[in-house]
Nanobody, 130 residues
Framework: QLRLVESGGGLVQPGGSLRLSCAVSGFPDGYTFKDYAISWFRQAPGQAREGLSCISRSGEYIYVDESVKGRFTISRDDAENTVYLQIEKLKPEDTAVYSC???????????????????WGKGTLVTVSS
């Protein structure tokens, strides 16, 4: 099945930056990375999973949730089968496990609803603390 592996998390000072990566592999027969819209989520301890941002198959449609707009930037590199989430000006409240998810069910757009038909990565932990 589809494999998504997040990386780039760690312990960061408030105000710092991180670039998270979501490397995608294990495509079903007939599918490539370009067939997948990719979404980013996070889940803080004791909290529900929160949709953050997503990018369409082509990269032409991008959604960034208002809660993180201006600090979070999503992008994709089709040559590397990887989606990135650049995070600027990190805050302690950004501390969470960040996960990526992919879906081939959205031809033109993307979604950040966790009940969508996603394949999921296991997540990477981001800890923002001084």
């Amino acid at each position: 099945q589809l494999r998504l592996v997040e990386s780039g998390g760690g312990l960061v000072q408030p105000g710092g930056s991180l670039r998270l990566s979501c490397a995608v592999s294990g495509f079903p027969d007939g599918y490539t990375f370009k067939d997948y819209a990719i979404s980013w989520f996070r889940q803080a301890p004791g909290q529900a999973r929160e949709g953050l941002s997503c990018i369409s198959r082509s990269g032409e449609y991008i959604y960034v949730d208002e809660s993180v707009k201006g600090r979070f930037t999503i992008s994709r590199d089709d040559a590397e089968n990887t989606v990135y989430l650049q995070i600027e000006k990190l805050k302690p409240e950004d501390t969470a496990v960040y996960s990526c998810a992919g879906s081939s069910r959205y031809p033109l757009n993307c979604v950040i609803y966790d009940y969508a038909p996603f394949d999921w990565g296991k997540g990477t932990l981001v800890t923002v603390s001084s």
